[in-house]
């Protein structure tokens, strides 16, 4: 995962904090995916996983 990014946040539509990657093509693409809401993250490239579920939107369960 990403170097610069030192944790991932709390999902954005539940604040769950269990979550899996998907691999999703041959492009070495993925996606998190939430294990409490089953929200999903932009399918980009693994060393953007976090950098692109942390920037989601936040609602009443962020904790910065």
């Not at 399918?43 to 692109?52: A, C, G, P, W």
């Not at 579920?53 to 936040?58: E, S």
Request: hydrophobic fraction near 20%; glycine fraction near 6%.
């Amino acid at each position: 995962m990403e170097k610069n990014c030192k944790q991932r946040r709390p999902c954005p539509f539940c604040g769950g904090n269990d979550y899996h990657v998907e691999y999703c093509d041959r492009t070495d693409r993925h996606h998190i995916v939430c294990e409490n809401c089953g929200a999903e993250g932009p399918i980009v490239k693994r060393d953007e996983l976090l950098s692109t579920w942390n920037m989601a939107k936040r609602r009443k369960y962020d904790r910065p």
